[in-house]
């Protein structure tokens, strides 16, 4: 969406109010974006997890065990590293 556009809308005198708004529904799209993503990684690692916890011991500590741990370890940063930018963007939108 291009702000010019936007402007053309808006008063003379409620530009930058508008523009604010049109800057505040982009980032709460993103926001929802993002934790929708955030999500879908954490039903991913249940999986993982729950098929790691399914193994039987014989695979128990074996490289394949270890890979699916590092995977499931990985996710969990990865959705941390979401949340701590969906915390960013909600404080750009107060």
């Not at 879908?40 to 690692?45: D, N, V």
């Not at 500590?61 to 979401?82: N, P």
Request: with cysteine.
């Amino acid at each position: 969406m291009k702000a010019g556009g936007a402007n053309a809308a808006c008063p003379s005198k409620e530009k930058e109010i508008c523009m604010n708004k049109i800057r505040r529904k982009a980032l709460q799209e993103i926001f929802d974006k993002l934790s929708a993503l955030s999500d879908e990684l954490e039903s991913i690692k249940e999986e993982e997890d729950e098929s790691r916890e399914n193994m039987p011991e014989s695979l128990q500590g074996s490289e394949r065990y270890e890979q699916s741990e590092s995977a499931s370890y990985s996710i969990d940063e990865a959705i941390e590293s979401i949340s701590s930018a969906c915390d960013s963007i909600e404080s750009a939108m107060e």
